[in-house]
């Protein structure tokens, strides 16, 4: 089968920087709060533009409110700390328990695209806020690309198929049955349904032509 998209569907000028905002809205989210500040541009964060109904505003704006301190002593308590390692692991190789060629195909990924990661990071390659990073990147080729634009959209497709879709829905549930009242359960939570709303649209710009010959 070759695949194409449907430009008419998909209209890459409109819906492309919207939903990268949104993905590496989620990787800032979703990041060690050690790490990074506390976002301090939500409100000019719009979802009104994207192809499809989403908003997670709510859930934006009690992350605004948690104090920073509380915010990275979570963090850490769910991901990062824990006597046999972290209660819920936020890296997709650990959460899945290493499954064989998991990290093979992330580099596979990213050096097909020459995504880059600073040395620092390269261990964590496999991390959640990385990976929508890597989205966020894919959707911004796509936009600006003038020869390889149908190669980003097909990366974005496969690889939330391949990694995403394969383990976000399985950590939401995880984190769900731990605290759900806790915030990053709460960002969790809307990331996945952001994932499948993201994932039904992009197949709804995507055409299948069966070339076998006759």
Known sequence: MQRTTIESQRQTETSALPRATIYSLFSQLISSPHELKPLNLTPEISFDCLPYEFNAREMIDSYVNNDPEALRLKYSGLFEVGDDGPP??????????????????????????????DEEFQWQMDHLSIELEFMHFLIIGELQSDTDKLSFQLGQVDFLEKHLINWVPLFSKKLSTLDESDIYTKIVIELEEFLFKDQNWQKETISHTDVAGG
């Open 88 to 117: 819920v692991p936020i890296r997709e190789d650990l959460f899945l328990a290493q499954p064989a060629k998991l990290r093979e195909d992330l580099v596979r990924f990213y050096d097909y695209f020459g995504y880059q990661l």
